[in-house]
């Protein structure tokens, strides 16, 4: 087999094991071929990784040799070239251990596919691997094996095909105790007139050749910048493979039934055929010519500026359609521009596993989610996601977006930028992670441009340091020239950005400056052209960090525009709807013990995936000199700091940010605890409220208990811990973000209950009394507390607080010393 296509990842356990023994020697060892992979700098160590692998001796299960493969293995060091350094070192032994067990591995390199029948005909399953000679095949319907001769081949063929011969198909492949199974495929069977029984050459009648074409491409004039797009299709059986060739030539990229070039120029004129074959059949569909005609902006008068080696400017005027004249707008004062709605997602990553910890994010999200909000965003705001749960995040925010709309993504955290593409680390991703590991933010950029939104901000406040582990070259969607994209990166390329740690609190310097201009009524490449005036004044950060912006906005956009939404209410109240179903916080409840106390049991929301619960007591017996209500047995699935439950304030609770504002002290203390990652939670969240209270006559305590359910709070609604499935989409929700792999559905969908717990909340709330309310986002989108109204008179919610003070960044208040890298790699 090719060992380049295999990975040192790829090895078993008791393989790395086995090796890790070998290289763990002093003469011909580990650190000789750590000194034979540093000749690519992807695999290069540091000292501090060499001193961590050497410390590996001190452990009676340690290993240097182990540590060092799982580093190779991180930065997917192939097989091929750890061979190539093991024989530069001499290691005879391991060189033919790693030999004999490659040769020992096998994989599957067809995988047998789902097919089609009718009776009568001939269904072909095929399953193929490379390893070992002498490899055998058994063929398996369910876990019944198949004894026919063709059941251990390659190919299995039933024919003639009978309803029997429906079911699902495995392969699994061995040679001596090694062995793989092939993916499940399965036949189904389907009606076909005239189908004639016994062993047909084709499934289908009338076609002698086996392979039946049912669509074929059509010619096409189209113009430049426009997308052609052409289209075959065949009936076949096994099914038909596709090749498209240009003017007879075949174009390798192209190897599906739909053929589509965005951006086409007259390079793509001329001639399309495709091939269409299977293992035993070929056809060609039918020639379609394709016309490259001029762009459509010959619409208009224009002047062509030619300059020729010796800068002289030929002027060519070209008569259009119209006279230019018509064509223009009124200047941007002349014109208001609105959004159909707003929509921002905040992601902040602090709590990384492998990699530095940072302090910054937190602050940066919670203050930029108020000020977002104060211009009527619908923010979802989220910390410490991992890989899978970036995924979801971004797909969900998607399905937010429509025509017209005002999309925000921001992200604060570790990050890099390889070839012009930036990449969000989460905090999962492994010691030496590549694109693989991360989130393309151009990636997203396509697929926010395919939901026709009336703006694309994209605020990075990540480093953009190169990633010398990755040399993978990433190729995102083409974009598309809307003349509406905004990217605002904290710093330069290749430069990292900082944050400043304060004694309670700290900010990144992006934000920090950035606060002070966001609410701004200007277009928002002039905010933060501002932004950076103000970030080049202060000294620290001259000739650090400098603000960079892209941008292609052609209109007075800004984030103050207002919403209009008379064309597309039915759509914007679809929105606010799937937005406030991840916002929805338990119902405030009280709880009666049998020794007469009364407790009430409350909830704040600090972000959309953190919680505050706290308890207070609300009534107890004379008798009882003392009493408090405490929350334990909480899932593991959340993340719980116990030391720093059950506390007196919520200072004490680990919540820096929800303050009570303007309110007295109550009479009667309450306990809090605050509950993170809730975008784990993957069953409603349960927990014991645990009373304690002791008799005026006892000296001893006396314990009593209640389980509680709340259901599944805020945002673990949306399952963000489950990749999205494909399957079909509303029409309000139908794209889904092709990068990731699966077409994906909202997941808002499948929350049964949300529409009536908002119908709870808009009744009892403080502001609103119907669903009505929903058309008020700014409303809508603050985080409080839910009190049972019957409670109290006048009711006095807990709510985020609001953004810190902000006024002018002193450069005196400022050490470069407190000044913290968001560290890349």
């Not at 602050?363 to 991992?386: A, C, G, I, P, Y």
């Not at 209640?706 to 963000?720: C, E, I, M, Y």
């Not at 609001?802 to 002193?810: E, F």
Request: with cysteine; charged share 20%.
């Amino acid at each position: 087999m090719e060992e380049c296509k295999m990975r040192v990842g790829s090895l078993s356990e008791q393989v790395l094991n086995s090796l890790s023994k070998m290289l763990d020697n002093p003469t011909c060892g580990w650190r000789q071929l750590a000194n034979a992979v540093s000749e690519q700098p992807k695999f290069r160590c540091s000292e501090s990784e060499l001193t961590s692998c050497s410390l590996q001796v001190l452990s009676a299960a340690g290993s240097p040799g182990r540590t060092l493969l799982a580093r190779l293995a991180d930065r997917s060091c192939s097989m091929d070239f750890l061979l190539l350094c093991l024989r530069k070192i001499d290691h005879q032994e391991a060189v033919q251990y790693i030999t004999t067990v490659v040769a020992e591995l096998i994989q599957i390199t067809v995988q047998p596919q789902t097919q089609q029948a009718t009776v009568g005909g001939r269904v072909v399953m095929t399953c193929r691997a490379s390893g070992p000679s002498g490899l055998s095949y058994q063929w398996f319907r369910g876990k019944e094996e198949i004894w026919d001769e063709t059941g251990s081949t390659p190919e299995l063929v039933l024919c003639p095909s009978a309803p029997g011969h429906q079911g699902p198909y495995i392969c699994r492949v061995h040679y001596g105790g090694n062995f793989v199974f092939s993916q499940w495929a399965h036949v189904r069977f389907v009606q076909a007139a005239g189908a004639s029984p016994g062993c047909s050459s084709t499934l289908f009648p009338g076609s002698v050749s086996g392979l039946h074409v049912i669509r074929q491409p059509q010619s096409k004039a189209v113009s430049e910048g426009d997308t052609l797009f052409l289209e075959c299709n065949a009936e076949a059986n096994p099914p038909a493979q596709y090749e498209w060739h240009h003017n007879m030539v075949p174009m390798t990229q192209q190897k599906t039934r739909s053929l589509k070039i965005p951006c086409v120029t007259t390079a793509h004129r001329g001639q399309y055929k495709c091939k269409m074959f299977n293992l035993y059949h070929e056809a060609w569909s039918d020639t379609a010519t394709v016309t490259i005609g001029p762009s459509s902006i010959t619409d208009a008068s224009w002047v062509e500026v030619e300059r020729g080696l010796d800068s002289q400017e030929v002027h060519r005027f070209r008569p259009g359609k119209y006279p230019l004249q018509q064509t223009v707008n009124p200047p941007p004062s002349a014109r208001h521009f609105y959004a159909t709605d707003k929509v921002a997602l905040l992601i902040g990553n602090m709590n990384y596993l492998y990699h530095t910890q940072l302090c910054a994010p937190i602050v940066d999200v919670h203050e930029l989610t108020n000020l977002l909000r104060q211009m009527d965003f619908k923010v979802v705001s989220l910390l410490d996601l991992n890989w899978q749960e970036m995924h979801s995040a971004v797909t969900e925010f998607l399905l937010l977006l429509d025509k017209g709309v005002y999309g925000l993504l921001y992200f604060a955290g570790h990050g890099y930028e390889n070839f012009g593409n930036s990449f969000m680390v989460p905090i999962d991703a492994p010691a030496s992670y590549t694109s693989e590991h991360c989130l393309c933010v151009q990636n997203i950029l396509t697929r926010m441009q395919e939901k026709e939104t009336g703006l694309n901000v994209l605020l990075l406040d990540m480093c953009r340091k190169r990633n010398l582990n990755d040399d993978v070259i990433v190729q995102p969607g083409l974009l598309k020239v809307t003349a509406n994209i905004v990217f605002g990166y904290a710093t330069c390329v290749d430069a990292e950005a900082y944050e400043v740690k304060r004694e309670d609190v700290s900010n990144g310097i992006f934000i920090s400056f950035l606060k002070r201009r966001v609410c701004e009524d200007e277009k928002v490449t002039v905010m933060l052209d501002r932004v950076a005036e103000d970030m080049g004044r202060c000294e620290i950060t001259r000739g650090r960090q400098a603000l960079e912006l892209r941008s292609n906005l052609s209109e007075r956009r800004s984030l103050t525009d207002q919403i209009q939404v008379s064309d597309c209410s039915a759509s914007h109240s679809a929105r606010n709807l799937q937005w406030v179903i991840a916002h929805v916080l338990p119902q405030s409840r009280c709880l009666q013990f049998d020794c007469g106390v009364k407790v009430q049991l409350g909830f704040a929301a600090e972000f959309s995936n953190i919680m505050v619960i706290y308890t207070r007591i609300l009534e107890k017996p004379e008798e009882i000199v003392s009493c408090c209500a405490q929350l334990t047995d909480f899932p593991g699935d959340v993340d719980i700091d116990l030391k720093k439950s059950n506390q007196d304030t919520l200072l004490e609770a680990g919540s820096l940010l929800l303050i009570k504002e303007n309110l007295p002290s109550p009479e009667v203390p309450s306990l809090y605890t605050r509950i993170r990652c809730l975008q784990r939670l993957r069953r409603e969240l349960t927990f014991t409220i645990c009373l304690q209270y002791t008799y005026s006559n006892m000296d001893e305590d006396v314990q009593e208990r209640q389980p509680v359910t709340v259901g599944k709070p805020l945002v673990s609604k949306l399952n963000l811990y489950e990749p999205r499935p494909p399957r079909a989409c509303s029409a309000s929700s139908s794209s889904s973000l092709d990068s990731f792999n699966d077409p994906e559905c909202s997941s808002f969908a499948s929350v049964g209950s949300a529409s009536n717990e908002w119908s709870y909340h808009a009744q009892t709330g403080r502001e609103s009394s119907s669903i009505d309310s929903l058309t008020s986002s700014r409303r809508a989108n603050i985080p409080e507390e839910t009190d049972s109204p019957e409670l109290f008179d006048a009711p006095q919610p807990l709510v985020a607080s609001k953004s810190l003070p902000h006024g002018q960044v002193n450069d005196t208040n400022y050490k470069f010393s407190d000044m913290y890298n968001f560290h890349s790699h």
